[in-house]
């Protein structure tokens, strides 16, 4: 069997009558789920997520499932529940299709995987699909012995089939290098609900390529498209992805050894900040919670706040980034994402303060703004991070319930003596909205869940509460094997083609959701006015 092989190039309190595990499964206070964003993100998009996609697909356990067959030598899936929170990923509630097919050992490797998430198992109402194709494919001469690995990871919503997030990775050795590429779309939505509250009103675009040397290090470009998608924008002379004038254009160039990234961003008209040298171990960073959207608040009954609350909460909590020392004071919570408070200067190093709570100079009120002072980087950030679980008590003893839901990840900042043997090549092309795959996938007949990540957590997992089952055995003694058995403890059904936890025989209504992406294939990315600029 064949080895997916991708080396990585970077890097409250409840003191309260609140209870949490008293509100039902289905609340948002359960299901919004969380994601883990780069306050660096321009840079840190353009070597993508691979390393989490990969973590999930090792966890699926395909070497031992690979190949599985039906009576009739059609191709089987399998069910595997996954820990997507441990390898970085959304949570999600329900477990993965998977498909694995390699014919031979020298046969390129194949991998397909399909999630539904629908509120009690009915099809009809699902909130979303997600997909993933992976394949490896090792080419017959010796020159590259790595293979091609192409990864396409995409997700959209129901019933309208807006598309929320498509990701597509190649890699592949020339000559003595390896070359990465990598598109990723996605919906604004996805990063802050508040603000973008439905799908289809602005976009995110990357686009980028790294050439890497092994052992070394290598260099790469990323390209930053923002695109506002509803007309609003239009009188400003801004128009839709992917062929109008985006909101914001910028180009990252980056160089990067064993332990630094030196990196600038150039803007649509050419200007280049100045040169920022980062640790790329994630190990040395710090995180952060954005207060204008990183929060899920929800009330005594599970449901998030809507609308401008502005309601007034007293607050004694810790500065994460000071030893020792906490904060007291008031806060406003602005939305069901928002909170008020204060922005401190903060060294982009490692968060710590530069003088007390004061603002960085010359900068008051604007946050994430360089400034150098006494040779080192400088930025305004939050005071502070509410606590995930943190239980709020406004004055009239209404609770609220805190959860930190876009958490950002601060690279630490390094002088640039650090990276004084390193230089910042010219931009490299990009490849844009073409590159996508968009694989159809289709649902094979599955059996019983044979991988469960969350047996060691059952309370993690809602829908199986930790189970899985021997595929060469049958639990309810039907004649068919649990790998082919969907019910596998119900010797009066075995069959769920759709997944929506209705036997087939008793199911007047089987079907399968494909989305039908939009793929703009006679459209260019953007002006060649914009794109004279950009490179």
């Not at 400003?236 to 990234?261: A, E, H």
């Not at 996508?436 to 957590?457: D, I, Q, T």
């Not at 959701?513 to 793929?519: E, R, V, Y």
Request: contains cysteine; hydrophobic residues 30%; charged residues 20%.
């Amino acid at each position: 069997m064949k080895k997916i092989l991708f080396s990585l190039i970077l890097f409250s309190h409840l003191v309260s009558s609140y209870d949490v595990n008293s509100i039902s499964k289905l609340k948002n206070v359960w299901l919004d789920f969380a994601i883990n964003l780069n306050h660096q993100y321009a840079l840190m998009a353009g070597f993508g997520r691979v390393d989490a996609y990969l973590c999930m697909v090792r966890n699926t356990e395909y070497e031992a499932f690979s190949n599985l067959k039906n009576t009739d030598g059609s191709s089987m899936g399998y069910l595997a529940k996954l820990d997507e929170g441990n390898c970085g990923q959304v949570p999600i509630t329900l477990p993965w299709t998977v498909k694995s097919e390699q014919s031979t050992t020298d046969s390129s490797l194949n991998i397909e995987m399909i999630n539904y998430q629908c509120p009690l198992g009915d099809l009809s109402n699902c909130i979303s699909m997600i997909n993933a194709k992976i394949s490896l494919v090792e080419e017959d001469t010796s020159s590259n012995p790595y293979g091609i690995l192409t990864f396409d990871y995409f997700y959209g919503s129901r019933p309208d089939s807006n598309p929320l997030y498509l990701a597509s990775y190649e890699s592949k050795k020339v000559n003595d290098k390896i070359e990465f590429d990598s598109a990723i779309f996605v919906d604004s939505f996805v990063i802050n609900p508040v603000t973008y509250p439905s799908a289809g009103q602005a976009s995110e675009f990357y686009s980028a390529k790294i050439i890497h040397t092994p052992n070394a290090g290598g260099e790469g470009t990323v390209k930053t498209l923002v695109h506002r998608n509803d007309g609003s924008y239009e009188p400003l002379g801004y128009q839709s992805y992917p062929d109008g004038n985006p909101t914001f254009i910028r180009t990252t160039n980056f160089v990067y050894d064993n332990d630094y990234v030196l990196y600038r961003h150039i803007d649509k008209n050419g200007t280049a900040t100045t040169d920022r040298c980062i640790d790329k171990k994630k190990a040395n960073g710090w995180n952060y919670v954005p207060t204008w959207f990183g929060y899920g608040i929800y009330d005594a009954n599970g449901d998030r706040l809507t609308g401008s609350s502005n309601i007034t909460i007293n607050y004694t909590g810790p500065i994460q980034t000071k030893n020792n020392e906490s904060w007291s004071g008031s806060i406003m919570i602005t939305s069901g994402s928002s909170i008020g408070m204060p922005y401190k200067c903060k060294k982009v190093k490692d968060g710590t303060h530069w003088s007390g709570d004061n603002m960085c100079p010359g900068i008051a009120n604007a946050p994430h703004i360089p400034v150098e002072i006494d040779g080192e980087i400088y930025e305004n950030f939050p005071l502070l991070d509410i606590p995930e679980g943190t239980v709020l008590t406004d004055a009239s003893n209404n609770e609220y319930y805190i959860r930190q839901l876009r958490p950002r990840l601060v690279y630490a900042e390094a002088s640039l003596s650090q990276c004084a043997t390193l230089t910042v090549g010219s931009s490299k092309e990009t490849n844009d909205h073409t590159f996508f795959n968009y694989p159809v996938l289709n649902l094979p007949r599955v059996g019983a869940v044979l991988v469960n990540k969350l047996s060691n957590e059952p309370s993690k997992d809602i829908a199986f509460n930790g189970n899985k089952w021997i595929a060469s055995e049958d639990d309810d003694s039907d004649g068919i094997l649990n790998s082919l058995d969907m019910f596998p403890t119900n010797a009066l059904k075995n069959k769920d083609l759709d997944f929506d936890g209705i036997e087939d025989s008793e199911d007047g209504t089987l079907s399968e959701f494909q989305f039908n992406w939009t793929k703009y294939l006679d459209k260019s990315m953007f002006s060649a006015y914009e794109k004279d600029k950009l490179n």
